[in-house]
């Protein structure tokens, strides 16, 4: 009986997943806040129904009240957090707030299935990220000057990733975090990516020159060096990327993507050469089946899992995605694809590429370098990761051990994810607050035309029409400032 | 009017082009898409052959929600089941004990055979759904998907008896489908008793590889029965004068510093090239070799699938052909014969005669005809699927003409018969220096005119000039043309 509710529970998440993806690119695609607001309350619904339907189906299996409890105050930290933002944040981009809740949702679910002590903790740390994360967007929204903190983004970057090299080296292991009180464990890489960013977006707002573009550069290898030395590949990929792709919509230039691009091309290809550990990714990517039981046992597992739920899924516990190594973090997809199925899987990714262009856009609106320089390496910091991710459990691309930001377990993951988002609702919101500054200053203008056209008696039509036309123009001034 | 002034302020802006983001915003939409793409040609068409390897923990537990799936011979005989007794303990049971030992395998500790390789679809149930349900409530196990498959138990206990105590293996096709109606391999097994007899199967005292299946994975040297592929290649290389070829065989041909000679003393006299075949003159072909482009020989062998992959899936060996340009006198002439370093396992030289008797197409050979779900209905069928045209018509019809020659003129009398006509060819593969150790072979089709079915069989030790083989293959031809005119 159970297993048959289980299968029921199944389709209809996949109902509702397809039905909250549809409204993300709706939302997308509509221009007036009436029809966002519309595709929002939708995506809310779907978000929630798909929230009670998993652990509905994780209650019936267990049997265990507590996990009606759990489920409660998972319910209560979306529904204050969605509060939280309508309250403090009216600004903010809906959709990649309402994305926010759905990815942790479903992160909740099947963490709680793999291990609920691991979804406990992980809830914990969840909620205290997203309190922290509460301060970004005012920061960002009201320290107009940090961008002049170029040097220090670096310095703090540099010397957190050389720290943990330091260590590892002197543990004898890929060691890629600290163990702070027993309870958390800091994975600085995941933080670094976000000075890295801001690090390069303050280098290019004062200047594109030659100079500055090669001291930038080599600052930027730098990170990259000691992230390929602490063998943490997919770190060294996402910055790497992102750099190149930050370089080049920052100087227009094709000639740096295209330098950059060989550059790094050679430089990976020394990394197969020179190091054992890149060379085995590679190899267990092209051939995973020669060293089954050893090297490959990860992604042979993996494509297991994948393959056994098919299109439509297992069901929830009807898998074994625990055969997995590190089902939890890396490989938390491959258990999502095995048990919701490969339909919700696309889904999810769909969800992700949602936030990305999302990300992408606010980084088009923004006036000044500095702030599209900081949207547009999140987003490529956030795009280049969930492919990594993705792509390496699916084995499209060898695997390189990185996170599903919001879905893996991990608490330096979700800390930096949220920091992330933050910023790039400050960004938002600072674009809004200009927005409407511009409005006021028109409106103000119209009725003082107004006035002046009661009084003169004459051409009211005609003036109004020309202040239409400056509305739908309204950059002038912010052009001005950023040429500078 | 109002309309407009909702129009998101923000946005306006995105009309002022940022030609580089937006490019880079194309590239990841295209990377995300590359993504989803090779995710859905993974789960859809790759993912099966995956999942149905022995290191995915899940196959285990489907036997835990699902009975095991009947493997049937071509007319629904039981050839593999699923019992359960009073205390509900499965075990699986093979009613004809060793008789399909090796091609309908075991499924114990390991799995082989059809076992192995039908594994997914004896887990996969595809019973109604309301009966799945039904069963689901009453917490009664779905039976899974039963395999059909294209075996003949007559046929098979035929070419069982046929290879006797002899060690061996026997392969029966038919050349017009590719379907595998009888695969024996000898020594065997009892499957219903593998795990009891387990420790003393793999013991070093056993030197006789019961285990494995010749049929399919022995290799072995293709004797005579090569000397088919020697005279398509002469064929052709000398297209206008091969039908010319003259030889006197004297019994003796000396070569080098070695003498090449015919079976038992035999002194052949005037031959042409069809003669030769049917006499199976060594010297004459040892001559023929000698006037051979080795490099198009060797790529004449690599087309019938020497040292390339076969269309097969079950476990098997690769055949090899070594002899290239850069090779001496001495294994040039040998190799033409079908000694030298030539290894063949009995599916291939199979599949090489069927496709002499399909008219030159060869087909992949297969043994599931289709899956059934345990209520009847078809689940998938497969269908014969061809591997290539290795030979053209007239090819196939000069080979086959000269392998007619071997029964009614030449080396095979015994296989005459007034009810139905065989093409064939036997062979004595030498397997060391001592002339009297040599395995028998036997490949060849009937009726000649109309192939129905291909034999090839394979008697390890079984003397000179290929009488043993010639024996089974009689009493195949006999049994199956018997029964075909008993109907």
């Not at chain 1, 297993?3 to 997943?17: C, D, E, G, N, W």
């Not at chain 1, 320290?143 to 090299?165: D, E």
Request: a neutral charge; charged letters at 15%; one cysteine or more.
């Amino acid at each position: 009986m159970t297993s048959l509710v289980i299968q029921a529970t199944k389709y209809v998440m996949i109902v509702l997943i397809i039905l909250y993806t549809l409204s993300t690119y709706h939302y997308l695609r509509m221009k007036t806040h009436k029809r966002r607001n519309r595709a929002c309350v939708m995506q809310l619904f779907c978000m929630f129904m798909l929230h009670l339907t998993g652990y509905l189906a994780i209650t019936l299996y267990t049997n265990q009240v507590s996990m009606v409890t759990f489920y409660l105050a998972q319910l209560v930290f979306f529904i204050l957090y969605l509060m939280f933002f309508h309250i403090f944040y009216r600004k903010a981009s809906r959709l990649l707030i309402n994305n926010t809740c759905m990815l942790l949702a479903i992160g909740f679910i099947m963490l709680t299935r793999l291990n609920v002590d691991r979804a406990v903790r992980q809830f914990i740390i969840t909620v205290a990220a997203a309190v922290v994360a509460m301060v970004v967007p005012v920061i960002v929204r009201k320290m107009r000057y940090l961008w002049r903190f170029g040097w220090i983004y670096a310095g703090i970057g540099i010397a957190a990733l050389a720290l943990v090299l330091v260590f590892s080296m002197t543990s004898y292991g890929a060691k890629l975090s600290f163990d702070i009180g027993g309870l958390f464990s800091l994975q600085p890489s995941e933080f670094v990516k976000i000075s890295f960013v801001f690090f390069v977006a303050s280098m290019f707002q004062t200047s594109i020159s030659f100079k500055r573009v090669c001291v930038t550069t080599v600052v930027a290898a730098m990170h990259v060096l000691i992230l390929v030395a602490s063998k943490d590949l997919g770190a060294a990929l996402i910055y790497f990327v992102a750099y190149l792709l930050m370089l080049f919509v920052a100087t227009k230039s094709y000639l740096y993507l295209l330098g950059g691009t060989i550059a790094g091309s050679g430089a990976s290809v020394l990394a197969y050469k020179v190091f054992g550990h890149v060379k085995t990714r590679v190899q267990v990517w092209k051939d995973p089946w020669v060293d089954a039981t050893g090297d490959g046992w990860q992604i042979i597992q993996s494509l297991f899992a994948i393959g056994s739920g098919g299109w439509l899924g297992a069901g929830l516990y009807q898998g074994m995605p625990e055969t997995v190594p590190v089902v939890r973090s890396d490989f938390i997809f491959s258990a999502i694809s095995e048990e919701f199925g490969a339909i919700f899987a696309i889904a999810l990714i769909l969800i992700c590429l949602s936030c990305l262009l999302q990300f992408l856009w606010i980084s088009t609106w923004m006036d000044g370098m500095f702030y599209k320089i900081i949207a547009f390496g999140l987003a490529a910091v956030y795009g280049v990761q969930v492919f990594l991710n993705i792509g390496g459990v699916i084995k499209f691309i060898p695997s390189t051990g990185i996170t599903l930001p919001f879905v893996s377990y991990g608490g330096s993951s979700i800390m930096s994810t949220f920091i992330m988002f933050g910023i790039i609702q400050g960004l938002y919101i600072l674009k809004q607050d200009e927005v409407d500054r511009i409005e006021q200053e028109e409106e103000q203008e119209r009725r003082r035309q107004a006035v002046h056209a009661q009084r003169y008696g004459k051409g009211a039509e005609g003036s109004g029409k020309s202040g239409e036309g400056r509305r739908r123009n309204p950059s002038g001034r912010g052009k001005n400032q950023k040429s500078k | 009017m109002k309309e407009e002034e909702e129009i998101l302020q923000v946005e306006e802006r995105t009309r002022k082009v940022n030609r580089e983001i937006r490019l880079a915003g194309v590239l990841f939409v295209l990377m995300f898409i590359a993504t989803i793409g090779y995710f859905s040609y993974y789960v859809t068409a790759k993912s099966k052959d995956i999942i149905n390897s022995s290191y995915n923990a899940r196959l285990d537990t489907f036997s835990e929600k699902i009975v095991r799936g009947e493997i049937l011979g071509s007319s629904g005989e039981v050839l593999a089941k699923t019992v359960e007794d009073e205390e509900g303990n499965e075990t699986r049971s093979y009613p004809y004990e060793n008789l399909f030992a090796h091609v309908v395998g075991y499924s114990a500790s390991g799995k082989t055979g059809l076992e192995s390789s039908a594994n997914q679809y004896l887990l996969t149930s595809h019973l109604n759904v309301i009966d799945q349900v039904n069963n689901e409530l009453s917490e009664v196990k779905n039976p899974a998907d039963n395999v059909v498959t294209t075996l003949d138990p007559y046929l098979q206990q035929l070419a069982y008896d046929a290879l006797g105590d002899y060690k061996g293996a026997c392969v029966i096709l038919e050349p017009s489908t590719g379907k595998i109606l009888a695969m024996v391999s000898k020594p065997d097994y009892n499957p219903n008793t593998i795990s009891a007899d387990w420790e003393s199967l793999i013991s070093e005292e056993n030197q006789d590889a019961n285990l494995l299946n010749r049929a399919t994975q022995g290799l072995y040297p293709p004797g005579s029965t090569f000397k088919l592929l020697t005279t398509l290649e002469y064929i052709r290389e000398y297209p206008d004068t091969w039908e010319n070829y003259q030889f006197d065989c004297e019994g003796t041909l000396p070569y080098g510093d070695a003498v090449m000679s015919c079976y038992d003393g035999h002194v052949h006299g005037h031959l042409n090239l069809r003669l030769s075949l049917a006499n199976s003159c060594n010297c004459s072909f040892a001559t023929v070799g000698q006037q051979l482009n080795l490099d198009s020989f060797h790529a004449l062998c690599n087309s019938f699938l020497f040292n390339t992959e076969l269309p097969l899936s079950m476990e098997y060996k690769e055949s090899s052909f070594v002899m290239d340009g850069t090779s001496g006198l001495a294994e040039r002439v040998q190799t033409s014969i079908g000694q030298g370093r030539t290894m063949i396992s009995p599916i291939h030289n199979a599949m090489i005669t069927s496709a002499i008797a399909n008219g030159g197409t060869m087909m992949s050979p297969y043994l599931i005809d289709r899956v059934e779900s345990s209520d009847g209905k078809i689940v998938k069928q497969f269908m014969p699927s061809s591997y290539g045209k290795l030979l053209s018509a007239s090819e196939a019809e000069t080979l086959t003409d000269f392998m007619v020659a071997v029964v009614n003129e030449g080396t095979s009398p015994s296989l005459q018969s007034d009810s139905y006509q065989v093409a064939g060819k036997t062979g004595s593969a030498e397997f060391n220096s001592n002339k009297e150790d040599s395995h028998a072979w036997f490949v060849g089709f009937a009726p000649a005119e109309n192939p129905e079915i291909v034999i090839s069989i394979i008697y390890e030790n079984g003397g000179l000039g290929g009488s043993v083989a010639t024996k089974g293959a009689k009493a195949l031809f006999e049994g199956y043309f018997s029964r075909k005119n008993g109907q």
